[in-house]
């Protein structure tokens, strides 16, 4: 069993895309400078957030975090989105998810310019990358490929399943892991809350993608001999250490891990990897920025 290290495949990304920030500062060119929005005080999010500052910092784009309470209007976002839309000073645009229950999330996303859409969520790129065109692929997809691909797993005709279908993980996962690529061409199955048998059906695959933030979902009855785990779910467990939690992947990781040929850990695994993902998003963003050349 290999443990798949996120953590130093993406310090390795990191240490590429500063070269890549030097050369582009050597031309006389801007550094990147990524836009975050964060509404409210989730502490997971204020994490996140904090780890996507420091990410930036240490392969030198330029980054501003905006906050707004968990009152802010939806209006008064999207103005604000409106506004860095424009700001030729802007090269990519996040906003945190998720976001309080009376801003409609589809209406913030559908706002920001794809061109600086470097979490890939809006319709416009999900739709590029459905059909195979460049585009900003999601973070967390985009960072799951590029660890199959550094540890060059073999994914052709393989069984994959996949546990969840949301919009940032696994609906474009799916789609990704179905394409005529490498990583891809697998038989992809997506399971859900509605889906029957899913014992049965993870117990068939060669590959199992857990992201449902169910913490300790997969269980080693579910898993064959030899297949690969990826494992998306980072929930905050209650428990009695410094923080009140500890960190959760949604398989159970001691009897799984035993059974696996790859597995990722949390954290470590697919974490610093969907942080990498958005860098690389960012710098293709300044690439293509007409009015940064
Ligand atoms: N807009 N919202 C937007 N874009 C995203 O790409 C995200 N996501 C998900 C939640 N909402 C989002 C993230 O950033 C999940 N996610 C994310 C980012 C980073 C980490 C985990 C999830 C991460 O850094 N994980 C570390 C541990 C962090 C900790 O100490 O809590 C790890 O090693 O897994």
């Not at 996040?94 to 976001?99: E, K």
């Not at 459905?130 to 073999?154: C, H, N, Q, R």
């Not at 969840?164 to 474009?172: A, D, E, H, Q």
């Amino acid at each position: 069993m290999i443990v798949l290290d996120g953590k130093k495949i993406a310090q390795e990304i990191k240490k590429e895309i500063s070269e890549e920030v030097k050369t582009l500062i050597a031309q006389g060119k801007p550094a990147p400078h990524l836009v975050a929005i964060l509404v409210g005080n989730d502490g997971a999010s204020e994490t996140y957030v904090g780890h996507k500052e420091k990410d930036c910092k240490e392969v030198g784009f330029r980054s501003t975090v905006l906050r707004f309470s968990d009152s802010v209007s939806q209006e008064e976002l999207l103005l604000e989105i409106n506004k860095l839309n424009t700001d030729s000073d802007v090269t990519g645009l996040i906003v945190q998810l998720p976001l309080p229950a009376h801003i409609s999330e589809e209406k913030i996303i559908e706002s920001i310019n794809p061109d600086k859409d470097v979490d890939g969520f809006h319709p416009v790129n999900v739709g590029r990358m459905v059909t195979g065109l460049p585009t900003f692929v999601s973070a967390t997809p985009d960072g799951i490929i590029e660890l199959l691909k550094k540890y060059s797993i073999e994914t052709s005709g393989k069984n994959c399943v996949v546990l969840g279908r949301s919009n940032i993980v696994g609906r474009p996962m799916a789609n990704l892991l179905s394409q005529k690529a490498y990583p891809g061409d697998c038989t992809v199955t997506v399971c859900h809350s509605r889906t029957r048998n899913i014992k049965e059906i993870c117990a068939q695959a060669d590959i199992i993608i857990a992201a449902l933030g169910s913490p300790e979902f997969v269980t080693a009855d579910m898993v064959k001999e030899g297949a690969v785990v990826i494992d998306v779910g980072i929930t905050r467990v209650k428990a009695d250490n410094k923080n009140g939690f500890r960190l959760t992947g949604d398989v159970k990781f001691d009897e799984v891990s035993v059974k696996t040929s790859y597995i990722t850990p949390v954290p470590g695994g697919v974490g610093p990897m969907t942080r990498v993902a958005l860098l690389k998003n960012t710098l293709k963003a300044a690439k293509l920025s007409k009015s940064q050349f």
